[in-house]
């Protein structure tokens, strides 16, 4: 209960936790549906998440600013592929949240523009964000395969007969305890491989389905949540 409390008291928490809630909504109103349950019921379902989308942009709003002078000191970052991947997610990510304000301003009467398109603009952009991010991930996940690579079999290795002497669960402790002592970059590959298709499916590139895109956004939205509540496994710097 003092977990839900203290993430409930900061703005970013509150988004993760109707995040979770919005996505899981969609999951299951998704399941009902495919299951020809009562339209009222699926109705009410999909009211709750349209209500926790406009509830999360509400929350959002002017994030964007922050965000921008979040990318600038990013710009000083020494490690080059940190600072440009870093860079561009920052920037990504506040175009897509300026975007994203357009449309609830728009859908909300403020504004007169059209909303289907800025929401494409704003999904182009956090597409781009979540591959900056996911380019990040693999660099790091690059460099602690280079620190260990004296504990794991390699390629040429194994093509050159070493496979005899290859142990099977000795590679998966090593994997194990190697994911273990790197949980912040686990965890932050897991929910940016879950993002991913999010906006590739809502641009169409990809088809997945409600309950798909539902699931995925919840395991991102845990992920999400466990930064939150174990500083210690949130990719640094971020």
Known sequence: MDIIIKVNNQSNGRDKIARLCQYTSRLIWHQLESRNVNKYSIDRIKSLENALSSFRKVLRLGRCIDIVYMALNTMNIEDPVLRISLTVSKLAHALFLYADHIVWLTKSGFLKTDSDSWNKTANRFWLLSIIANLA????????????????????????????????????????????????????????????????????????????????????????????????????VPA
Do not use: Q, W
């Open 136 to 235: 990040r991930d693999f660099y790091e996940i690059l460099h602690i395969l280079e620190l260990n690579r004296s504990v794991l079999l390699k390629p040429s290795e194994l093509l050159g007969g070493s496979i005899k002497n290859f142990d099977l669960n000795a590679s998966m402790r090593h994997m194990c305890t190697i994911v273990n002592c790197h949980k912040d970059v686990f965890i932050d590959t897991v929910k940016n491989s879950c993002d991913l298709f999010i906006p590739l499916t809502a641009l169409g590139f990809t088809k997945l389905s409600p309950s798909a895109v539902g699931a995925l956004g919840a395991v991102s939205s845990i992920a999400a949540l466990v930064t939150l509540i174990k500083p210690i496994t949130k990719l």
